[in-house]
């Protein structure tokens, strides 16, 4: 089967021969590998990606469900000269990282909701970010750091 969509708002193609998950493409076959693959179960939020401006677990997605859709990782949300996606910027003002495996998913979560809802409450910060587990439990600066970017906290 060949299937074509936008992967970061470039025109891709590629071909299998068996059922593959969105998220085995992505990292195996289409150098995305900012998607992590950790519990294939839609449980923890490290695969997740948008898929026509929706926030979804790669895992969960055949890839042949993605035929003539807009795939965005985490290497999309950056600028196109490289300039780092406000979130990403607080999350990195804030030392919001640790281990960094569960970034990439509570990135893309985040994008979602600052481009739906621009200043978000703190309470909708943690709902949007519920389906994201982080092993570290760095949830409270991920957290401060999305509440400095909504104007919520002071810096």
Same mark, same amino acid.
């Given at each position: 089967?060949?299937?074509?969509?936008?992967?970061?708002?470039?025109?891709?193609?590629?071909?299998?021969?068996?059922?593959?998950?969105?998220?085995?493409? *992505?990292?195996?076959?289409?150098?995305?590998?900012? =998607?992590?693959?950790?519990?294939?179960?839609? #449980?923890?939020?490290?695969? +997740? &990606?948008?898929?026509?401006? #929706?926030? &979804?677990?790669?895992? *969960?997605?055949? /890839?042949?469900?993605?035929?003539?859709?807009?795939?965005?990782?985490?290497?999309?949300?950056?600028?196109?000269?490289?300039?780092?996606?406000?979130?990403?910027?607080?999350?990195?003002? =804030?030392?919001?990282?640790?281990?960094?495996?569960?970034?990439?998913?509570?990135?893309?979560?985040?994008?979602?909701?600052?481009?739906?809802?621009?200043?978000?409450?703190?309470?909708?910060?943690?709902?949007?970010? /519920? %389906?994201?587990?982080?092993?570290?439990?760095?949830? %409270?600066?991920?957290?401060? +750091?999305?509440?400095?970017? /909504?104007?919520?906290? =002071?810096?």
């Amino acid at each position: 089967m060949i299937v074509s969509f936008r992967l970061n708002g470039q025109q891709t193609t590629f071909r299998f021969t068996h059922p593959v998950s969105l998220l085995n493409v *992505l990292r195996n076959e289409l150098a995305a590998p900012g =998607a992590k693959s950790s519990c294939d179960q839609g #449980e923890c939020g490290s695969c +997740s &990606v948008m898929l026509d401006e #929706e926030l &979804v677990c790669s895992c *969960l997605v055949l /890839a042949s469900d993605v035929e003539g859709s807009e795939v965005t990782t985490v290497e999309g949300v950056s600028g196109p000269d490289g300039q780092l996606h406000p979130v990403q910027r607080a999350m990195h003002e =804030a030392g919001a990282v640790q281990c960094g495996f569960c970034t990439p998913g509570i990135v893309v979560a985040a994008v979602e909701l600052f481009d739906a809802e621009p200043s978000p409450s703190a309470s909708r910060i943690r709902e949007a970010l /519920a %389906g994201n587990i982080c092993r570290c439990t760095g949830y %409270g600066a991920i957290v401060r +750091s999305f509440e400095r970017l /909504a104007g919520r906290e =002071a810096p």
